[in-house]
């Protein structure tokens, strides 16, 4: 995939940030990245990452500063800003607002306002319900046009048996199929 204007909305599975920054590194080598931070992604420090280190990554290997407000956000459909748009992380949260349309944050206006023109919505599920309440929030959104799953799978059975979390190195490969209009397969290997 090369020249393309990829929309990365980050939100707050701190524990995998540090797995998306090698695909985004991958991704901003031949393409347009264009980071969209939730308020937990932005503001909030964790064992895992100081907010403003976190941020400094993404802005320095996207080369350009991050998407913050839902008003920010808005123009993204109607200027037809991105030719697709991955959230990696997606958390049970952010998972049950696109089901529901709910758009109070900077990445799910960024997803509302990129799939009201018919393209192509990429989510990377990290949630530690997906085999409890979010799943029919999964089940939701894999029924909806235009949205694509990168494949997950259960990350801890024996200690958390209903948490899941995407292959975040098949980023890459399941953006190239929904920019062809698929699904790419196994969603669950």
């Known amino acids: 995939m090369k020249n393309k204007n990829i929309g990365f909305g980050i939100t707050g599975s701190f524990c ?3 797995r998306i920054l090698p695909v985004m590194e991958e991704l901003a080598k031949e ?3 264009y980071p969209v931070l939730s308020p937990a992604a932005r503001e909030w420090d964790t064992r895992f990452f100081k ?3 976190f941020r400094a990554a993404v802005e320095g290997i996207c080369q350009r ?3 913050t407000t839902v008003v920010q956000a808005e123009p993204i459909g109607p200027k037809k800003m991105f030719d697709i748009m991955v959230i990696a992380p997606c958390t049970g949260n952010t998972l049950a607002k696109l089901a529901l349309g709910i758009t109070d944050t900077p990445v799910l206006m960024a997803a509302k306002a990129h799939l009201r023109g018919g393209r192509p919505l990429v989510l990377a599920v990290s949630t530690n319900d997906a085999l409890g309440a979010a799943s029919r929030n999964i089940g939701e959104l894999l029924c909806r046009r235009d949205v694509f799953f990168v494949p997950f799978a ?3 059975p024996m200690k958390k048996p209903r948490s899941m979390v ?3 190195e098949r980023i890459p490969d399941t953006l190239e199929k929904a920019l062809e209009g698929e699904q790419i397969q196994p969603i669950v290997p």
Do not use: K, R
């Open 31 to 33: 393409n347009q990245v």
């Open 51 to 53: 907010a403003s280190e």
């Open 154 to 156: 259960q990350d801890d």
């Open 166 to 168: 995407a292959l975040m």
């Open 16 to 18: 995998t940030f540090h």
């Open 65 to 67: 500063g991050s998407i």
